[in-house]
């Protein structure tokens, strides 16, 4: 079983929608969770960070972390044709990042 | 604050080589992970180096070395170079283990 989960996708939303993209974990120990963005051809960029259960609100962006489910979401909202990237959740168990494979979003103009 | 910085960018190698790739982190982070990147396999944590020492590793053989410079910058040597060694290196530098880390853009190391 992989450490992180994610649905590669494609998914497609129209522009000015609500993109949501889902992670599952099977570490119960994990302590903290990211969000990261990557272009293609470039490396990854950090977009979101959470630690505690709940949401998390930047922007367009919401990180909702729900320990008891093992799960880690992001929202975006107001998709814009920018926004159309690999979207990677990374989990920390042990020390160690773990990363999932990534969920690819496309905006659709 | 200058972000991070990865030399060379791209690399062309022959099977059996060796390679050096370099890093530099954020002024002031101590901390510098490196990971493999492939279509297939995502990204795949290499090591984690932190004041100098190796704090972490993941599941590469012993042919994937590293080390970290009392001024935090790092290397990683890939020794006896195989096809399957082609891919993106990243390195990624945090100002602690297992806080935010951030990317450089990577060295393209490609084997033939």
């Known amino acids: 079983q992989k450490e992180v989960e994610q649905n590669s996708g494609p998914l497609s939303v129209p522009e000015g929608a609500i993109a949501s993209l889902n992670c599952t974990y099977s570490d119960r120990g994990s302590q903290s969770f990211f969000w990261y963005r990557q272009y293609s051809g470039k490396s990854p960029e950090l977009i979101m960070s959470?630690?505690?259960?709940g949401d998390k609100e930047d922007g367009r962006f919401t990180a909702q972390l729900n320990k008891a489910s093992q799960y880690v979401s992001l929202l975006i909202r107001d998709s814009q044709p920018s926004d159309s990237a690999t979207y990677l959740c990374a989990v920390v168990t042990g020390n160690q990042f773990y990363f999932g494979t990534g969920t690819s979003l496309t905006v659709i103009p | 604050k200058a972000g991070v910085t990865q030399t060379p960018r791209y690399l062309i190698k022959t099977r059996g080589q060796q390679v050096t790739l370099s890093c530099s982190p954020i002024s002031g982070h101590r901390s510098v992970s490196w990971y493999q990147q492939t279509p297939g396999q995502g990204l795949q944590f290499l090591f984690e180096y932190f004041s100098e020492t190796q704090r972490n590793k993941g599941n590469f053989p012993g042919r994937f070395s590293g080390r970290q410079f009392s001024n935090s910058r790092s290397e990683m040597n890939v020794s006896t170079l195989e096809l399957g060694d082609s891919a993106l290196y990243l390195c990624a530098s945090s100002s602690m283990t297992a806080y935010e880390q951030y990317f450089g853009p990577g060295t393209r190391l490609t084997v033939t």
């Open positions: 959470i630690y505690s259960n």
